[in-house]
């Protein structure tokens, strides 16, 4: 669901489009970051595939995020 309002975000016609995705994705880390450390799912699953687990979402996250800018750049009128 957050990744739809990213990219209708990213395809809007103004800068601050660039700046609203990362700011998303940060409260979006920070939640998920808050919530395993509360739960028991930290002691019932490995240390090791948590971090693989993350550096999945972000690894998706910065390449969704460098497709919409090569994208915005072919439009007219962005300035990168």
Known sequence: ???GINIVSLL???KAADSLFVAQNHIIY???V???LK???FKLVGPQVLFSVFMILAL???SL???F???NRRLYGRNY
């Open 65 to 67: 995020f460098d497709k």
């Open 60 to 62: 998706g996250s910065f």
């Open 34 to 36: 808050i919530f395993v």
């Open 39 to 41: 739960s028991n799912i």
């Open 30 to 32: 920070k939640k998920i």
């Open 1 to 3: 669901m957050f990744f």
């Open 12 to 14: 809007a016609n103004h």
């Open 69 to 71: 800018v090569k994208l």
